[in-house]
């Protein structure tokens, strides 16, 4: 009997444990999953070459040394932090992620590890990471970092060039472990400076968990900041999924998750990319990605001085002026209906106080939504805050089971530039059908 009921207990109490372990983890989430939107910002020497991030080296587009010198076109001159932060801040993003070091090994910041770092090989000659990250917490926007767990020009790190490696990880742990305490002191060297609110791991696809000891990583930085959220590229040991430059068909399984995506085809800067998304396709991929529950940590790719190209302005500002007009659709909302409810992304307010219907195209004619189970009391559209006329067929008193379909129309002069939103109230809190009618 005794044992019965000390089983029980420990079942009773991991229970609670489990519970309070998932009920902490939705309190350390809730600001990013109230965020929605996030900017994402490569940033580096290969800036000054109009080249991808540490990729042409690597697949030999360019030889190493040639990479490397685009370190002295890197002059940061016009470099006005508190000028980026205030726009990130105008677009509505809630946190912005920078690149501390991406594949090619050279920190932003000055690090004390080695000299491969903006502040002791660029003219720029001084630490333009942190100066960001401050100006961005002035705006109470969210601290992230980007930092890339491989390291391509680290002598203690096996892979150099796609087609050469400096020595076989199985055959060298010590400097694999050299490396993960590199690594380490990076990280707590970002951490000293800036106290991230987010960490960006990337580079996680060529040595094994074990390898980059990124259990250690998550329980250091955890040990720090514990209510600090780490991306999913930390192997099993972070907080979200991070789908990249293609909309999710099926939203991921991790209950929270964020679309990363460039606004041209190109990370870093480059004048040449000009194939950049239109606002309204930034905006509706936007619409669906936080449809599905998900953020969307849309990427600028500064120039070497330290000014956005204009292309990227023009769509900040584009998409800041629509967040502005639509944020009760937007922030603190859950994800919306079930697919095929509405035939367009949807969300719905976190008190179920609301419905938010995103009307894809410039509608015209009529649209309906099925399966709303409250009376509604009205539909508006946002930014006009005018009532619009709809229609339930059938009458919802002639309905068995299954609720009517509610039928509307938005009067172009009412409809917004890309994507226009209407809010649906129903009587009290919104509740939708599952039903499959009368059998
Ligand atoms: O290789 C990087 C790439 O350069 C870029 O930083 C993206 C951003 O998510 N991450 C890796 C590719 O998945």
């Known amino acids: 009997m005794k044992k019965l009921l000390s089983l029980s207990l420990i079942c009773f109490y991991s229970g609670v444990q489990a519970q309070t372990t998932s009920s902490a983890n939705e309190t350390k989430m809730q600001w990013f999953a109230d965020a929605k939107l996030g900017i994402f910002i490569h940033w580096g020497i290969y800036s000054s070459k109009g080249i991808e991030a540490s990729w042409p080296f690597f697949q030999k587009q360019v030889t190493y040394q040639e990479y490397i010198s685009s370190k002295n076109g890197f002059t940061a001159s016009q470099y006005k932090p508190e000028e980026w932060a205030k726009l990130f801040k105008e677009t509505g993003a809630k946190y912005v992620v920078l690149t501390s070091k991406h594949h090619d090994g050279v920190a932003l910041w000055d690090t004390k590890e080695n000299n491969l770092s903006v502040p002791k090989m660029t003219p720029a000659a001084r630490d333009v990471l942190t100066p960001l990250l401050k100006e961005i917490e002035k705006q109470g926007i969210k601290k992230g970092i980007y930092y890339s767990l491989l390291d391509w020009s680290n002598d203690n790190y096996p892979n150099f060039l796609r087609d050469k490696k400096r020595f076989d990880p199985q055959e060298h742990p010590e400097k694999l472990a050299k490396f993960a305490k590199f690594n380490q002191n ?39 900041n514990a209510n600090v959220i780490i991306n999913g590229r930390l192997k099993e040991y972070g907080d979200y999924s991070t789908p990249e430059n293609g909309l999710p068909i099926i939203r991921p399984d991790k209950k929270y998750w964020e679309l990363c995506m460039t ?39 500064p120039k070497p001085d330290g000014t956005l190209a204009p292309e990227q302005v023009t769509i900040l500002k584009a998409l800041g002026k629509w967040t502005n007009k639509h944020q009760k659709a937007i922030y603190g909302t859950k994800a919306g209906l079930p697919k095929g409810y509405f035939y367009g992304p949807s969300t719905i307010a976190s008190d179920s106080s609301a419905l938010y219907l995103y009307l894809i195209g410039k509608p015209t004619g009529e649209l309906y939504v099925k399966g709303i189970q409250s009376f509604i009391d009205e539909i508006r559209v946002l930014g006009h805050d005018k009532s619009i006329v709809f229609r339930e067929v059938p009458h919802r008193n002639t309905t068995i089971g299954s609720p009517p379909v509610v039928y509307f129309e938005v009067p172009l002069a009412l409809q917004d530039e890309y994507v226009t939103v209407l809010a649906i109230k129903p009587k009290g809190k919104l509740k939708i059908s599952v039903s499959k009618g009368r059998e």
């Open 186 to 224: 990076q990280l707590t060297e970002i951490n000293q400076l800036v106290r991230p609110d987010l960490w960006w791991f990337d580079g996680e696809w060529e040595l094994s968990a074990e390898q980059l000891h990124t259990e250690q990583i998550g329980k250091m930085l955890r040990g720090y």
């Open 263 to 301: 606004m041209n085809g190109t990370w870093g800067y480059n004048p040449t990319d000009k194939a950049y998304k239109s606002p309204y396709e930034i905006i509706t991929t936007f619409a669906e990605v936080i449809s599905d529950g998900g953020n969307l940590l849309l990427n600028v790719g």
